[in-house]
């Protein structure tokens, strides 16, 4: 084990630990860089590693009808350090994880610093070195500058820390086809390529007063001196530059014909598919700093989404992320330099857990690697592989955006004989029932492998 040489693993976070986690798991020696506290973010309290800094809460634990709960028992049966410790100093929260943060983050540090694979080195990473032979990248939405305009040249992006104004996803299967109709403007495309959904005049002002109306979400202090893209704009910001706005832009009826009703429409609300499975739909136009509760209040206002499911709700905060599905391989690695790997939210995936669960899969490729080895993931139909392939497979590269873990994300689930379609509830509880066992089919072909 000692010819191993280490991984450099660039940022403390929950990826950056979780990796960290997994290569010693291992046996491959890690030296893990965090600039706190030489360099500070405007947002860390503490110099604690995994620092939970908005919420104590990782969401749902339901592992049969929640997406999130189903990554938690996966990440439990791959030996999750964030899972460990989060069980541990889990407080009552219902049917969901929320931990005691001071605890949890305590816990998690101690663990790496104990560690004899681990070297902690306390500084802020502004260069890649030439001599690091295998490096994680694990610096979060709070990347400082000068490693971010490092990544920004070996990647040839041209921005990466932006107000990211997301726009919300609904499941194709709530969408009510009776009102809504597929159609491109002018017929162009493929003709399946939007979703249409139309407004009369009243509905249309109407629609414009509840945005105006709606209560929306605040910037933090060290967010309110990042600029939106102009060609981002939340709808809330067009709205307010006149009622007209929105028509003449995301919402323009031009070159539609809707098959359901002989009057002309007044306005569109289009959505787009927003992955390759063709279970999610993006509202085109529609990203939006709405809360959450106003957000489903307004957009179920929308003929066709009256019963809309949302697979993720918009949102509008300063990020950093990469377009994995066009920078990164099938094993997480920089194409244009495959020393380097990706994990957490820098790689376009939203929430701790999500972030922790990119940390373990990066972490054990990493150490496969180290191992002459080459790691294989765990098929599309378990929560992390559905995950992973929405980074590196499925998702759109001209529409990716950060994402939750959904069941949208999965391939669809096998319909029974006799059976159009199966909903709600009975379509979850298919979709983790096949994960489960997908899961341990995986594993014991680990095992054995």
Same mark, same amino acid.
């Given at each position: 084990?000692?010819?191993?040489?280490?991984?450099?693993?660039?940022?403390?976070?929950?990826?950056?630990?979780?990796?960290?986690?997994?290569?010693?798991?291992?046996?491959?020696?890690?030296?893990?860089?965090?600039?706190?506290?030489?360099?500070?973010?405007?947002?860390?309290?503490?110099?604690?590693? #995994?620092?939970?800094?908005?919420?104590?809460?990782?969401?749902?634990?339901?592992?049969?009808?929640?997406?999130?709960?189903?990554?938690?028992?996966?990440?439990?049966?791959?030996?999750?350090?964030?899972?460990?410790?989060?069980?541990?100093?889990?407080?009552?929260?219902?049917?969901?994880?929320?931990?005691?943060?001071?605890?949890?983050?305590?816990?998690? !540090?101690?663990?790496?610093?104990?560690?004899?694979?681990?070297?902690?080195?306390?500084?802020?990473?502004?260069?890649?070195?030439?001599?690091?032979?295998?490096?994680?990248?694990?610096?979060?939405?709070?990347?400082?500058?000068?490693?971010?305009?490092?990544?920004?040249?070996?990647?040839? %992006?041209?921005?990466?820390?932006?107000?990211?104004?997301?726009?919300?996803?609904?499941?194709?299967?709530?969408?009510?086809?009776?009102?809504?109709?597929?159609?491109?403007? &002018?017929?162009?495309?493929?003709?399946?390529? &939007?979703?249409?959904?139309?407004?009369?005049?009243?509905?249309?002002?109407?629609?414009?007063?509840?945005?105006?109306?709606?209560?929306?979400?605040?910037?933090?202090?060290?967010?309110?001196?990042?600029?939106?893209?102009?060609?981002?704009?939340?709808?809330?910001?067009?709205?307010?530059?006149?009622?007209?706005?929105?028509?003449?832009?995301?919402?323009?009826?031009?070159?539609?014909?809707?098959?359901?009703?002989?009057?002309?429409? &007044?306005?569109?609300?289009?959505?787009?598919?927003?992955?390759?499975?063709?279970?999610?739909?993006?509202?085109?136009?529609?990203? !939006?700093?709405?809360? &959450?509760?106003?957000?489903?209040?307004?957009?179920?206002?929308?003929?066709?989404?009256?019963?809309? %499911?949302?697979?993720?709700?918009?949102?509008?905060?300063?990020?950093?992320?990469?377009?994995?599905?066009?920078?990164?391989?099938?094993?997480?690695?920089?194409? #244009?330099?495959?020393?380097?790997?990706?994990?957490?939210?820098?790689?376009?995936?939203?929430?701790?857990?999500?972030?922790? #669960?990119?940390?373990?899969? !990066?972490?054990?490729? #990493?150490?496969?690697?180290?191992?002459?080895?080459?790691?294989?993931?765990?098929?599309? !139909?378990?929560?992390?592989?559905?995950?992973?392939?929405?980074?590196?497979?499925?998702?759109?590269?001209?529409?990716?955006?950060?994402?939750?873990?959904?069941?949208?994300?999965?391939?669809?689930?096998?319909?029974?004989?006799?059976?159009?379609?199966?909903?709600?509830?009975?379509?979850?509880?298919?979709?983790?029932?096949?994960?489960?066992?997908?899961?341990?089919?995986?594993?014991?072909?680990?095992?054995?492998?």
């Amino acid at each position: 084990m000692s010819d191993i040489k280490p991984v450099h693993v660039i940022g403390g976070g929950l990826a950056g630990s979780e990796a960290t986690w997994q290569l010693i798991s291992q046996g491959v020696p890690v030296v893990l860089h965090e600039m706190r506290p030489t360099r500070d973010t405007f947002a860390h309290q503490t110099h604690d590693l #995994a620092e939970l800094v908005c919420s104590n809460s990782f969401r749902s634990d339901d592992h049969e009808f929640n997406a999130v709960g189903l990554i938690h028992h996966e990440m439990r049966q791959l030996d999750s350090i964030i899972m460990k410790f989060g069980d541990e100093c889990s407080v009552p929260a219902g049917g969901a994880l929320a931990v005691d943060r001071h605890e949890f983050s305590g816990k998690v !540090t101690k663990a790496l610093e104990d560690h004899p694979l681990v070297t902690i080195e306390r500084e802020e990473i502004t260069e890649i070195p030439d001599d690091w032979d295998r490096i994680i990248v694990a610096s979060g939405p709070l990347t400082s500058p000068a490693l971010t305009e490092k990544i920004l040249e070996i990647t040839d %992006e041209a921005q990466l820390s932006f107000f990211d104004a997301i726009a919300p996803i609904v499941h194709k299967d709530s969408i009510d086809m009776s009102k809504a109709w597929f159609q491109s403007r &002018y017929d162009k495309g493929t003709g399946t390529d &939007y979703i249409n959904c139309p407004m009369t005049e009243e509905q249309y002002n109407n629609f414009i007063d509840a945005i105006l109306d709606a209560e929306k979400t605040e910037f933090k202090e060290w967010e309110k001196d990042t600029p939106y893209f102009e060609g981002c704009l939340p709808i809330e910001v067009m709205a307010e530059r006149g009622r007209e706005t929105l028509r003449f832009g995301p919402m323009k009826p031009v070159g539609l014909t809707n098959p359901h009703a002989e009057e002309k429409q &007044y306005a569109v609300v289009q959505l787009r598919m927003d992955n390759k499975l063709g279970t999610l739909w993006n509202i085109v136009g529609f990203q !939006t700093k709405m809360k &959450y509760g106003a957000q489903v209040e307004v957009l179920r206002n929308i003929p066709g989404l009256e019963k809309a %499911e949302f697979a993720r709700l918009g949102g509008i905060h300063r990020n950093t992320f990469i377009n994995s599905p066009r920078l990164l391989d099938d094993q997480l690695r920089l194409k #244009a330099d495959p020393r380097i790997r990706f994990a957490g939210q820098i790689t376009g995936v939203e929430g701790y857990i999500e972030s922790s #669960a990119i940390g373990l899969i !990066t972490g054990r490729m #990493a150490a496969a690697e180290c191992h002459g080895e080459t790691f294989t993931p765990p098929p599309a !139909t378990t929560a992390l592989g559905a995950l992973l392939s929405h980074l590196t497979e499925n998702a759109e590269e001209e529409t990716f955006q950060p994402m939750n873990v959904n069941f949208g994300l999965f391939p669809p689930p096998e319909v029974p004989q006799g059976k159009r379609k199966i909903k709600g509830r009975d379509r979850k509880l298919a979709l983790s029932t096949r994960a489960k066992e997908d899961m341990t089919k995986w594993l014991e072909s680990e095992i054995n492998a």
